[in-house]
Each structure stands twice: as C-alpha cells, then as structure tokens.
C-alpha cells in the first residue's frame, strides 16, 4: 500500500491519538510530537493496515500511550540532566 494512501486512511484516527497522549502528557505541544510519532510508527507498520477494527483500536491506543510515555521519559531525563 502506498504511503499516500496509508497517511489517507490514519487521518481519521489522528484526534483519538492525539487525544491519549493529551490525556497521559498533559502538554499540548508534547502531546503533538506524541502523536506524531505514533502516527509514523503506524505508518510504516504493515501490522495497522491488515488488522481488524477491534484490533486497530488497540494499536492505536498501545501506540499512542507508547510514544507519549517515550517522550514523557525523554523529558524527564533532559531535566534531570540539568
């Protein structure tokens, strides 16, 4: 499937991603690269494309909680650093 279509077909999950990482980060802007990210993993994932309904509401969520705590870990480390 062409990446074109791909990035078509996760336009219309984009709100409940970035939705869950708003949710768990509660930072707008950090909640944006969140979701970003866990679109493009979905995006280059053949997993997303072939699965059923049921299942790609999961991979949404797991991906979106995944990403959102990668970057909430990343965040929390910069700081410590400091």
Known sequence: M???????ILKNR???CYSIC?????CENLACEAAKNALYNLIISDK????NP???NDL???ES????????KKSIETVATM
Do not use: W
């Open 48 to 51: 997303y494309f072939v699965s």
């Open 22 to 26: 708003v949710y768990l980060l509660q």
């Open 2 to 8: 062409e990446i074109m279509k791909r990035c078509a």
């Open 65 to 72: 909680m995944k990403s959102a705590l990668q970057l909430k």
């Open 60 to 62: 949404i969520r797991k």
């Open 14 to 16: 984009e709100n409940d």
């Open 54 to 56: 049921n299942e790609k």
